[in-house]
Protein backbone atom coordinates (compact mmCIF):
# COMPACT_ATOMS: atom_id res chain seq x y z
CA UNK A 1 0.00 0.00 0.00
CA UNK A 2 1.40 3.40 -1.25
CA UNK A 3 0.49 6.21 1.90
CA UNK A 4 1.16 9.40 0.70
CA UNK A 5 0.60 13.57 2.09
CA UNK A 6 -2.79 14.48 0.88
CA UNK A 7 -0.43 18.22 0.02
CA UNK A 8 2.08 15.38 -1.74
CA UNK A 9 -0.76 14.40 -4.00
CA UNK A 10 -1.86 17.78 -4.71
CA UNK A 11 2.05 18.64 -5.25
CA UNK A 12 2.03 15.95 -8.23
CA UNK A 13 -1.47 17.13 -10.09
CA UNK A 14 -0.08 20.71 -10.01
CA UNK A 15 3.21 19.44 -10.99
CA UNK A 16 0.97 17.42 -13.87
CA UNK A 17 -0.71 20.20 -14.81
CA UNK A 18 1.63 22.44 -15.31
CA UNK A 19 3.64 19.93 -17.91
CA UNK A 20 0.97 19.25 -19.48
CA UNK A 21 0.21 18.31 -22.05
CA UNK A 22 3.35 16.59 -21.44
CA UNK A 23 3.90 13.72 -18.25
CA UNK A 24 5.37 14.82 -15.67
CA UNK A 25 7.26 11.81 -13.45
CA UNK A 26 8.85 12.03 -9.95
CA UNK A 27 10.11 9.62 -7.73
CA UNK A 28 8.78 8.85 -4.03
CA UNK A 29 10.86 7.99 -0.68
CA UNK A 30 10.75 7.32 2.95
CA UNK A 31 12.52 7.99 5.52
CA UNK A 32 13.98 5.96 8.24
CA UNK A 33 11.63 4.20 10.28
CA UNK A 34 8.55 5.78 7.84
CA UNK A 35 5.47 4.43 5.74
CA UNK A 36 4.83 7.82 4.50
CA UNK A 37 6.48 8.71 1.39
CA UNK A 38 7.38 11.88 0.03
CA UNK A 39 7.28 13.37 -3.85
CA UNK A 40 10.41 14.33 -5.89
CA UNK A 41 9.44 16.19 -8.67
CA UNK A 42 11.53 15.14 -11.42
CA UNK A 43 12.25 16.52 -15.39
CA UNK A 44 10.96 14.47 -18.41
CA UNK A 45 13.52 14.03 -20.51
CA UNK A 46 11.22 12.08 -23.24
CA UNK A 47 11.59 14.97 -25.39
CA UNK A 48 14.73 15.92 -25.89
CA UNK A 49 15.47 12.26 -25.94
CA UNK A 50 12.89 11.60 -28.74
CA UNK A 51 14.66 14.98 -31.29
CA UNK A 52 18.20 13.43 -30.98
CA UNK A 53 16.67 9.84 -31.71
CA UNK A 54 13.48 9.31 -32.66
CA UNK A 55 14.30 5.59 -33.77
CA UNK A 56 15.18 4.86 -30.68
CA UNK A 57 12.96 6.70 -28.84
CA UNK A 58 9.71 6.81 -30.60
CA UNK A 59 7.20 8.32 -28.44
CA UNK A 60 7.36 12.34 -26.90
CA UNK A 61 6.66 13.44 -23.82
CA UNK A 62 2.75 13.60 -24.35
CA UNK A 63 3.04 9.50 -24.05
CA UNK A 64 6.07 8.33 -21.96
CA UNK A 65 8.75 9.90 -19.60
CA UNK A 66 12.02 8.97 -18.81
CA UNK A 67 13.95 10.31 -15.47
CA UNK A 68 17.59 11.68 -16.11
CA UNK A 69 19.75 8.90 -14.53
CA UNK A 70 21.77 11.42 -12.38
CA UNK A 71 18.99 12.99 -10.42
CA UNK A 72 17.59 9.11 -10.31
CA UNK A 73 20.80 8.83 -8.41
CA UNK A 74 20.72 12.00 -6.16
CA UNK A 75 16.89 11.48 -4.89
CA UNK A 76 17.66 7.26 -4.43
CA UNK A 77 21.28 7.99 -2.80
CA UNK A 78 19.95 10.76 -1.00
CA UNK A 79 16.64 8.66 0.63
CA UNK A 80 19.38 6.04 1.26
CA UNK A 81 21.60 7.86 3.29
CA UNK A 82 18.68 9.18 5.41
CA UNK A 83 17.80 5.40 6.18
CA UNK A 84 15.28 5.69 3.78
CA UNK A 85 14.83 4.26 0.48
CA UNK A 86 12.86 4.65 -2.69
CA UNK A 87 8.89 3.81 -2.45
CA UNK A 88 7.82 4.47 -5.89
CA UNK A 89 7.57 6.67 -8.54
CA UNK A 90 5.11 8.43 -10.24
CA UNK A 91 3.99 10.15 -13.50
CA UNK A 92 0.91 11.36 -15.27
CA UNK A 93 -0.84 10.12 -18.38
CA UNK A 94 -2.21 13.11 -20.31
CA UNK A 95 -6.01 13.40 -21.90
CA UNK A 96 -6.36 9.35 -20.87
CA UNK A 97 -7.61 7.65 -17.20
CA UNK A 98 -5.03 6.39 -14.58
CA UNK A 99 -4.09 2.86 -15.68
CA UNK A 100 -0.66 0.87 -16.14
CA UNK A 101 -0.31 0.73 -19.68
CA UNK A 102 2.17 -1.97 -21.25
CA UNK A 103 5.04 1.17 -21.48
CA UNK A 104 4.45 1.83 -18.06
CA UNK A 105 4.86 -1.88 -17.14
CA UNK A 106 8.31 -2.51 -19.81
CA UNK A 107 9.95 0.78 -18.46
CA UNK A 108 9.29 -0.44 -14.72
CA UNK A 109 10.87 -4.14 -15.48
CA UNK A 110 14.87 -4.76 -15.71
CA UNK A 111 15.22 -7.67 -17.90
CA UNK A 112 12.21 -10.43 -16.27
CA UNK A 113 11.59 -8.49 -13.06
CA UNK A 114 10.84 -5.04 -11.59
CA UNK A 115 14.45 -2.74 -11.35
CA UNK A 116 12.14 -1.93 -7.88
CA UNK A 117 10.53 -4.79 -6.68
CA UNK A 118 9.05 -3.07 -3.83
CA UNK A 119 8.30 -0.01 -5.27
CA UNK A 120 4.68 1.16 -6.11
CA UNK A 121 3.92 3.28 -9.39
CA UNK A 122 1.50 5.77 -9.08
CA UNK A 123 -0.48 7.02 -11.92
CA UNK A 124 -2.45 10.42 -12.02
CA UNK A 125 -4.67 11.55 -14.54
CA UNK A 126 -5.41 14.87 -16.41
CA UNK A 127 -7.32 15.86 -19.10
CA UNK A 128 -6.58 19.93 -20.05
CA UNK A 129 -7.05 21.76 -16.92
CA UNK A 130 -9.07 19.36 -14.97
CA UNK A 131 -7.61 16.76 -12.65
CA UNK A 132 -9.23 13.16 -13.14
CA UNK A 133 -7.85 10.39 -10.81
CA UNK A 134 -5.24 8.14 -9.60
CA UNK A 135 -4.20 4.87 -9.32
CA UNK A 136 -1.24 2.58 -7.86
CA UNK A 137 0.25 -0.38 -9.10
CA UNK A 138 2.94 -2.64 -7.67
CA UNK A 139 4.08 -5.74 -8.27
CA UNK A 140 2.82 -9.32 -7.63
CA UNK A 141 4.83 -12.40 -7.93
CA UNK A 142 1.81 -14.52 -7.46
CA UNK A 143 0.85 -12.96 -10.88
CA UNK A 144 3.96 -12.37 -12.34
CA UNK A 145 2.46 -8.97 -13.08
CA UNK A 146 1.87 -5.28 -11.86
CA UNK A 147 -1.49 -4.93 -9.89
CA UNK A 148 -3.40 -2.66 -8.64
CA UNK A 149 -2.60 -1.34 -5.07
CA UNK A 150 -4.47 0.83 -2.10
CA UNK A 151 -3.59 4.16 -1.94
CA UNK A 152 -3.95 5.81 2.20
CA UNK A 153 -3.88 9.92 1.33
CA UNK A 154 -3.07 11.47 4.78
CA UNK A 155 -4.39 14.83 6.01
Same mark, same amino acid.
Given at each position: ???????????????????????????????????????????????????????? $??????????????????????????? %???? %?? $?????????????????????????? $?????????????????? $???????? %??????????????
Amino acid at each position: MLMLRAADLDAIFQQALQEYPGECCGILTTGAGGDLSAMHKCRNLQDELHAKDPEQ $YPRDARTAYFIDSGELFRIVNGAEKSG %GGVS %GF $YHSHVDCDAYFSQEDKDRAMAWDEPA $YPDAVYLVVSVYGDERRG $YKAFSWDD %GHADFIEVEIAVQP
